[in-house]
Structure formats: C-alpha cells, structure tokens
Nanobody, 120 residues
C-alpha cells in the first residue's frame, strides 16, 4: 500500500502563493505518474495538474494554467505544486495521486489532502 502525505496548505490572501508537497517513502514512486486534484465544499473533485514519471508529460487544468506549476523530485520521492496568484476560487482540499498506469486515476493511490483557503 503506497502512502502519500500532503503538506503546505494554509490560509493566504488573494494574489498570494503557496507551495504544496506530496511525500512518500516508496522508492518505486519515481516510476509512477502523479497528479494534483482539489475538492471545494459542495463540489466534485476536479483535476488540477499531472506529471509523468519522466516529467516529459505535463498537463494543467485551464483554470490554473499560467498560475500553478507541478514538479517532482524523484530522488526525494516528492511531488510539488507551486501555486501563484491565488484566487478565492482556488479554495479547496488539495490531494495528490499516484498511479503506475498512464494517468488512470481509478487505480491510483491517494493522499488525505491539505486545505488551501484563499481570502478575498
């Protein structure tokens, strides 16, 4: 069972920045494709960004493109999400996911999530 742990969430004013991290002790995670998702109160979970194990395949949701940057350090078994120019609509619980398949999230491992709150 792969365990993922997110950190870095918090309260920030609109226009501010946060950097989320997703750590695991699993060395095999360096071969997993990974992603960030978020879920706001009363809404369904939505895709934010994804990155392949080799970093060659990166995709962002239109709502965060140009503001968020996904990255990973395979040597540290850590996934990151740099979030700049945050907006109140970015308020949500952010979760990371890891899958050994080609971004098939139905078979992914998930973290518990970290809360991000953006005040106006």
């Amino acid at each position: 069972q792969v365990q993922l742990r997110e950190s870095g969430g918090g309260l920030v004013q609109a226009g501010g920045s946060l950097k989320l991290s997703c750590e695991t002790s699993e060395r095999t995670l360096s071969t997993y494709n990974m992603g960030w998702f978020r879920q706001a109160p009363g809404k369904e979970r939505e895709f934010v960004a994804r990155i392949s194990w080799s970093r060659s395949n990166i995709l962002y949701a239109d709502s965060v493109k140009g503001r968020f940057t996904i990255s990973r350090d395979n040597a540290k078994n850590t996934l990151y999400l740099q979030m700049n120019n945050l907006k109140p609509d970015d308020t949500a619980v952010y979760s990371c996911a890891a899958t050994p398949t080609f971004f098939n999230w139905s078979s992914a491992y998930w973290g518990q999530g970290t809360q991000v709150t953006v005040s106006s």
